[in-house]
């Protein structure tokens, strides 16, 4: 039976969540999926860094976390080590799950880097490499023989890259629009039942939606990456951050919100690209106010959907959680499967 090392940079909410899940179903994924996982690696900015070739006991690091011990008083250290620890260590599969940086996407782009140089395959749910670096990661995890996966980038566990890719191969994909934010979509919601602005952001953090800073989420930063990702990796569209148009939704006033209600329309920021006769591709992220009747009206809290336009099937339509811990952990898991039946040749990845 074959199990696979991980070493899980960032052990946040999304992490912290596929270890438990490592914790609790493994024996679940030996007999369902015939593979294990076995963690040998963590580092967090909060923790440091800890390296144990035999294994790490994932009850300790799952203690650790609300106070001030590191993983230093646990036969680690209290720094990260990222770029020796990604390196060096005996992982088979790096799973990539610090801040997203909107920014450059860095640390993030040269954690992924340092895993596919040293041959190790990389999962993450951070968009920053993805939508800023995709093409180069991806030539570069062609040129070592390794994988890089990021399904739970876009919509977190719900399938939306693989699937896109590899049902969609034999027609052509004219656009696409959707709800692509949970936070903001949560808030949204929220307002419209009467909760103020803030009241709203700080639940949808407590809930694990929210950006580190969730301004990502409020500006519109967050979909403008996941618009930049899924024209890219859909439509080839060879786009930039800087060609995806971007407003957030902190311009919508509770005011806007009852307004839109008694006139049978509901905010929504929607994503979307579509591709011009000319061959050129239209991409932005904007708050409209839809009818009620208009298929994205009815996608409430952090549930995201995505609208392919396609020249065969007309609109094919996901829809499914787009943030969540256990969700987006999901998405992680996802990629490791993707990346065993690539492995042995099993069916599942694209
Ligand atoms: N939470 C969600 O619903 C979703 C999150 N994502 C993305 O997944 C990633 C992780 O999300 P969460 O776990 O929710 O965030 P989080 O903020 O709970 O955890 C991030 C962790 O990364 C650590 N970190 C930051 N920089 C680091 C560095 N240089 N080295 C080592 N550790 C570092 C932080 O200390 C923190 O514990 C983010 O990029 C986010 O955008 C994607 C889809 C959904
Ligand atoms: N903060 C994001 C998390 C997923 O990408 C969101 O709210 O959608």
């Known amino acids: 039976m074959t199990t696979y090392d991980i070493a899980l940079i ?57 106070g001030s011990e590191t993983f230093a008083e646990h036969g680690g250290s209290a720094d990260t080590n990222n770029e020796s620890v990604i390196r060096s260590c005996t992982a088979d599969i790096i799973c990539e799950a610090t801040f997203t940086n909107p920014d450059d996407g860095e640390p993030a782009v040269s954690h992924v880097r340092w895993a596919l140089e040293s041959g190790k395959s990389v999962c993450t749910t951070n968009k920053g490499p993805v939508a800023l670096r995709g093409a180069e990661l991806n030539s570069l995890a062609a040129q070592n023989g390794v994988y890089f996966e990021y399904e739970g980038a876009v919509m977190s566990g719900t399938p939306v890259i693989r699937l896109a890719k590899k049902m969609f191969s034999g027609l052509r994909l004219n656009g696409f629009e959707g709800i692509l934010n949970g936070t903001s979509n949560y808030v949204l919601g929220r307002m419209e039942a009467g909760l103020d602005f803030e009241a709203a952001v700080s639940e949808a953090q407590e809930l694990g939606y929210a950006e580190a800073n969730p301004a990502a989420d409020i500006e519109g930063y967050d979909v403008q990456l996941k618009v930049l990702i899924l024209a890219n990796e859909l439509l080839d569209a060879g786009i930039e951050l800087k060609d995806v148009r971007r407003q957030g939704i902190s311009t919508v006033t509770a005011e806007d919100v009852r307004t839109a209600s008694r006139n049978g329309r509901r905010w929504k920021l929607v994503g979307s690209a579509r591709r011009n006769p000319d061959g050129t591709v239209t991409a932005g992220v904007a708050p409209v106010a839809v009818p009620l009747d208009h298929g994205l009206a009815g996608v409430s809290g952090a549930t995201n959907a995505v609208s392919f336009d396609t020249d065969l099937l007309g609109p094919v339509t996901v829809s499914g959680p787009g943030a969540g811990r256990v969700e987006t952990a999901y998405a992680l898991l996802s990629d490791i499967i993707a990346i065993h039946s690539a492995k042995t040749g099993a069916a599942a990845h694209a």
């Open 10 to 66: 960032g052990f946040g909410g999304v992490n912290r969540t596929l270890a438990e899940l490592i914790a609790t179903r493994n024996e679940a994924l030996r007999s369902g999926l015939g593979f294990g996982l076995r963690v040998v690696a963590i580092t967090d900015l909060r923790l440091g860094s800890l390296v144990q070739p035999d294994g790490i006991d994932l009850s300790m690091a799952l203690g650790l976390g609300g």
